[in-house]
C-alpha cells in the first residue's frame, strides 16, 4: 500500500514558479512508475509529466514541454513537479500517482494523492 501526499501549491502570478512535491508512503514507491496529472474545473483530469520508476524514461505533455520538469529523490520518497512560466491555462487541482506497471501517461495509476490546488493570476 501507497500513500501520497502533494505539498507546494499555491497562487502564483503568470509567468512565476512553483515546485509541487509527492512525499510517499513505503518504500516500494521506489519502484513505481510516477506521474502527475491535473484537473481544471469543467474539465477531464489530464497527464501532465510522468516519469519510470527508473527514472530513464519521461514524458511530457505538449502544453508543459519544456516548462515543467517532473523528477524523484529516492531517498526522501518524494517525487517532484518543478513548474516554470506557469500561465493562467496551469489553474487546475494537481494530483501525484503512483503505479507498479503499465503506461507513465495513462491515467490509470494504482495510486493517487488527495490533490493540491494551483492558481495562476493574470
Known amino acids: 500500500q501507497v500513500q501520497l501526499v502533494e505539498s507546494g501549491g499555491g497562487l502564483v502570478q503568470a509567468g512565476g514558479s512553483l515546485r509541487l512535491s509527492c512525499a510517499a508512503s513505503?518504500?516500494?514507491?521506489?519502484?513505481?512508475?510516477k506521474g502527475w496529472f491535473r484537473q481544471a474545473p469543467g474539465k477531464e483530469r489530464e497527464f501532465v509529466a510522468g516519469?519510470?520508476?527508473?527514472?530513464?524514461?519521461?514524458s511530457y505533455a505538449d502544453s508543459v514541454k519544456g516548462r515543467f520538469t517532473i523528477s524523484r529523490d529516492n531517498a526522501k520518497n518524494t517525487v517532484y513537479l518543478q513548474m516554470n512560466s506557469l500561465k493562467p491555462e496551469d489553474t487546475a487541482m494537481y494530483y501525484c500517482?503512483?503505479?507498479?506497471?503499465?503506461?507513465?501517461?495513462?491515467?490509470?495509476?494504482?495510486?493517487w494523492g488527495q490533490g493540491i490546488q494551483v492558481t495562476v493570476s493574470s
Open positions: 513505503g518504500r516500494a514507491f521506489i519502484l513505481y512508475h
Open positions: 500517482a503512483a503505479n507498479p506497471r503499465g503506461s507513465i501517461t495513462d491515467s490509470g495509476y494504482e495510486y
Open positions: 516519469m519510470t520508476w527508473t527514472g530513464s524514461i519521461t
